[in-house]
Nanobody, 120 residues
Framework: QVQLVESGGGLVQPGGSLRLSCAAS????????MGWYRQGPDNQRELVAR???????DYADSVKGRFTISRDNAKNTVYLQMNSLQPGDTDVYYC??????????????WGQGTQVTVSS
């Protein structure tokens, strides 16, 4: 069973920083892409940032220049460094992973979510 375990959320003042981590655990063949989403105002999960197997990245326009996604392939872990946080970044952040459980079978997995609150 594959699990994505998140950590690093919390309360921070505007302008502050947080670092989220998400590690894939369990039995699987390989991790392809990993990313971070947040719930969004319409209760629809929206992309924050993602990184593919080759290291290519995508960011939501609202976080470009402030957030940085990275991954450690040896640890099957993805990180989201969030700087210059704003109240509008307050949300539940979910880790997402495209993971092959076998050589030919892949699925999309989600973490349990971690709360990020930006407030003075």
């Amino acid at each position: 069973q594959v699990q994505l375990v998140e950590s690093g959320g919390g309360l921070v003042q505007p302008g502050g920083s947080l670092r989220l981590s998400c590690a894939a655990s369990g039995s699987f063949f390989r991790v392809v892409a990993m990313g971070w989403y947040r719930q969004g105002p319409d209760n629809q999960r929206e992309l924050v940032a993602r990184v593919n197997a080759g290291g290519g990245t995508d960011y939501a326009d609202s976080v470009k220049g402030r957030f940085t996604i990275s991954r450690d392939n040896a640890k099957n872990t993805v990180y989201l460094q969030m700087n210059s946080l704003q109240p509008g970044d307050t949300d539940v952040y979910y880790c997402n992973g495209y993971i092959y459980s076998t050589m030919s079978t892949w699925d999309v997995y989600w973490g349990q979510g971690t709360q990020v609150t930006v407030s003075s």
